[in-house]
């Protein structure tokens, strides 16, 4: 691998697993330590992960997320359980919005063989997968197409949303908190988001465990501004404990 894969096997494989040795980093690909520690330093002064004794582990503060099939990679059971779970909340008849993301594809997924149903998206791979399913009411955002994650973003999708009438959007993060809320690190998702937040009758939050503690530049709203998050049951106990306390409805999903 040239110096930039290595880097971004490095991003993926710490997005994947939160905490990795210098050792089984040099061993997966083959290379020495002192390559890896030079490959986590420049990592590290992008800001995107922290150096820690003997190994590295990802920042809290999410400078940039991973593309869209980086994503799709990692964390299959949960997304897939968060999918099921949160398809089996939509109601026939309903206007439902699924946020771009792979996790939201799980729920797609789920609704492919429903019926009596309207679904909103802004994502490309969402609508490819529902384009052949004629008993669906399909839209699509529109906007300005952000490629690496297979969506559209920024104003014109966000006046889009504000036209519709929605029952329930299932919005997708990459990064959220009690002390941060939901937050991105792209400007241009926040219109979409927030729009989302002015128009949905029910809001509810789709991300597995792994996003849980990290934070973006920028806020979308805070916890309390959703109806529920559903999130799988390795999120920590003081914090689902936490969520309740402020009238956030958590569903814990076991694996």
């Known amino acids: 691998m040239i110096p930039s894969e290595r880097r971004d096997f490095i991003y993926r ?8 040795t210098i050792v089984a980093l040099a061993e ?22 922290i150096s820690v004794s003997g190994g590295v582990r990802l920042s809290d503060a999410l400078r940039q997320e991973l593309a869209y099939k980086e994503k799709a990679q990692l964390h299959h059971r949960q997304k897939r359980a ?21 996790t939201s594809f799980e729920i797609a997924r789920q609704l492919a063989e429903r019926f009596n149903l309207t679904v909103v998206t802004n994502d490309f791979s969402i609508i490819q997968h529902l384009m052949n399913r004629p008993q669906l009411n399909l ?12 969506s559209c973003v920024g104003s014109c999708a966000a006046m889009l949303l504000r036209t519709l009438n929605i029952d329930v959007a299932f919005i997708s993060t990459s990064s959220w908190d009690l002390e941060h809320g939901l937050s991105t690190p792209h ?9 989302l937040l002015d ?18 530049m920028f806020r979308v ?17 003081e914090t689902q404990q936490q969520l ?12």
């Open 28 to 49: 997966l690909m083959s290379v020495s330590h002192m390559t890896v520690r030079r490959d986590i330093h420049q990592l590290e002064e992008e800001g995107k992960v």
């Open 13 to 20: 494989y710490v997005h994947e697993y939160q905490l990795v």
């Open 139 to 150: 839209f699509h955002t529109g906007g300005r197409v952000d490629q690496r994650n297979y």
């Open 199 to 216: 128009v949905a009758r029910r809001k509810v939050l789709v991300s597995d465990s792994s996003k849980y503690g990290k934070y973006g």
């Open 244 to 255: 309740q306390e402020r009238g956030v409805r958590l569903h814990s999903i076991n694996l």
């Open 82 to 102: 968060i999918g099921k779970y949160a398809a089996g909340l939509v109601e026939d008849g309903q206007v439902v919005y699924l946020d771009a993301g792979t």
């Open 221 to 237: 709203c805070s916890l309390a501004a959703l109806d529920d998050i559903i999130c799988d049951a390795a999120l920590p106990s």
């Open 187 to 195: 400007e241009e998702k926040v219109l979409v988001k927030q729009a």
